[in-house]
């Protein structure tokens, strides 16, 4: 059992075959691969269980508890029921760890007997139990933009752009209308890190930038002095971290005084508003490229913040939350249109894609091709009045 506990580093190779691994000892021992959906539960009024797979612990740890309070408050708008069928939801830690997830998603299957697993706010997470519920015909629900690997997967959507659709974006952009002729990239070394990073590079040579050095982290680190050591001058630095690491990045990135000489953008998730104001004010200026950001002006990004604060006045927006809050509403939507087949997984995977709903960010339906949402991306930057730190929205980019 210790390869399920290796890392999937260095290039995105050795990631996505770590991920392969993982997902096949994964399905040796899920048993001999038969559904956790039983035709004989459409017809019956059971509460539909839906498993939920998020980080509490680990570098994203800090993105669980928001999450599951915004998937809940969700479902609680709507009483937790779809047609007076109630829909209960079942969590479970996946703790930033590929190998965890695999564990907690067969307990999800085999022991709680879930109809669907929300699946997760880890990339490498994501594509080890990807294949695992494909061959087990159980829908999964990304909540947040992940790699684009689940796309072979008929029984697999993500209620978000993929990673690297928003970075490819943000690299055309940086090219053709910020004027960037140079960057260096420096981001996490997992599956994550790797996808946005190729996607700024793809579209930012596309657009006549040079790439002039790639540098990648291992997922966790705790001082980056060795690798911003290695930087050397471009005209912008792209960075592709989130959680505790974007924090110490961007906080070590204006310590070293890189940020006065070098200015720095990235994918949303540096700049997302759980890290923002625990960054400080080494955050001001820096630039970002994603679909959501809690300063745009719409009906269900108010009726989403206006209910999570009526509930805790010290809640904080975030693309987390959003994407949690928006997979509620798929869910419910799904759920309602599959009727007595919502426990069959072939079939609530294909209500899932044909969902159209508003989200936070706007109208969300997905992709039929590759199961992903469509969606608009912005570019914005974080900005300081009066002691805090938030979004300023430029302009949604072409």
Known sequence: MTSFHLRLRSVRRRSYLGVAVLAAAGMAFAGCGN????????????????GV?????????????????????RLALDDNAVDGRKVEL?????????ATAVSKANKLLDQDGVSAIVCCATGAATLAVGPILAERHVPQLGPIPNPDGL??????????????????????????????????MVASDFAYGHEVAEAFKQQFTAGGGKIVKEVYAPLGTSDFASYLSQ????????????????????????????KKRMPLIGHGPL??????NQIGPAAEGVGAGFYYSSTLDNAENKRFI????????????????????ATGSVLLDAIGRAGDKATDGDALAKAIRATKIDAPWGELKFDPATGYAIAPTY????????????????????
Not at 53 to 73: I, S
Request: proline share 6%; no cysteine.
């Open 271 to 276: 700049l997302t508003e759980l890290v923002l």
């Open 90 to 98: 079942v969590f479970e830690d996946e703790a930033t760890d590929p």
């Open 151 to 184: 796309s072979k997967y008929k029984t697999a959507a993500v209620a978000a752009p993929t990673a690297g659709h928003d970075a490819g974006k943000l690299g055309a952009y940086a090219a053709d209308q910020l004027g960037y002729k140079s960057a260096v």
């Open 379 to 398: 570019y914005y930057t974080a900005v300081l009045n009066g002691g805090v730190l938030s979004h300023k929205i430029v302009e949604e980019m072409p």
């Open 35 to 50: 559904s956790a959906v039983s035709s004989d539960k459409s017809s019956d009024n059971k509460p539909i269980k839906i």
């Open 53 to 73: 797979l998020l980080p509490y612990t680990g570098p994203f740890g800090l993105y669980g508890k928001p999450m599951e309070a915004a998937l809940r408050a």
């Open 306 to 325: 206006d209910t999570m604060k009526a509930a805790n006045d010290k809640f904080v927006p975030s693309h987390f939350t959003a994407g949690a809050w």
């Open 231 to 258: 930087l050397p001058d471009a005209d912008v630095v792209f960075a592709g971290f989130a959680g505790a690491d974007a924090i110490r990045f961007v906080q070590q990135y204006d310590k070293f005084g890189i």
